[in-house]
């Protein structure tokens, strides 16, 4: 499953009030050939909408996002999501995505959340806050000690069309993630084409 999200290099991280709102979002993102989303359970509608968007869009790969809990993770999988990602490195819901075997990301921004990660069997780690914790120079150090344990990062955090390049020509960079391919504003105001521009220029800058 990282495998096929590496390819696109961009995970849009999203975060809608409706199921509604959520599938006119997917639309937009296909429209903008990066058929990808990692919906967070930062809003009530998350589940319902990974739900309806896995029956109505097969081809997406549909991910939720900040995980806190392992009901959470366990909703996430009933709702469909192919993968999950959390801020945090939190042992419970590492633990939850083992029991369902559901491909899980943990956050990291530390070289102790990165052995904690590691220790318990992570090999994809999400970099959060990556700019705030230093960006590229702070990833490229943690991968000093870590870089020959063969564990990939998604960093997420700050990260734009501008800067993803710099991220994803590190090696061990699987692919970026962020919110700013479906900016809240753009999404409250239905601006669905300039969704599909933005991911279509995040999938034009990754590629290159
Ligand atoms: C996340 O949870 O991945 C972050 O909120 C994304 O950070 P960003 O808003 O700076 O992209």
């Known amino acids: 499953m990282f495998d096929r999200l590496r390819s696109y290099g961009v995970v849009p991280v999203v975060a809608v009030d409706s199921p509604d709102e959520g599938l006119r979002l997917c639309e937009a993102l296909i429209a903008g050939g990066l058929p990808v989303a990692e919906i967070t ?21 549909l991910g939720a996002g900040t995980i806190l809990t392992a ?6 999988v009933d709702a469909g999501a192919r993968f999950a990602v959390a801020p945090g490195c939190n042992p419970t819901t590492i633990a939850a995505a083992r029991e369902c075997a ?7 921004c530390t070289p102790s959340d990165v052995e904690r990660a590691v220790e318990m069997g992570c090999s ?5 806050p990556a700019e705030a914790a230093g960006g590229v120079a702070m990833l490229k150090a943690l991968l000093g000690p870590y870089g020959h344990l063969g564990i990939s990062f998604c960093p997420t955090g700050g990260v734009t069309t501008g ?12 692919f970026v993630g962020g919110t700013w391919v479906a900016k809240k504003e753009l999404i409250k105001a239905g601006r669905w084409d300039d969704i599909a521009a933005v991911a279509a220029a995040a999938v034009a800058a990754a590629k290159r």
Do not use: D, S, W
């Not at 800067?163 to 699987?174: D, G, H, K, S, T």
């Open 71 to 76: 009901e959470q993770m366990r909703k996430a």
């Open 163 to 174: 800067n993803l390049a710099e991220y994803l020509a590190i090696p061990q960079v699987a």
């Open 124 to 128: 994809l780690l999400k970099f959060f």
């Open 102 to 108: 559901m491909p899980f990301a943990p956050g990291v």
């Open 41 to 61: 359970f930062r809003t009530a509608a998350a589940e319902a909408t990974i739900r309806e968007a896995a029956k109505r869009f097969p081809e997406m790969i």
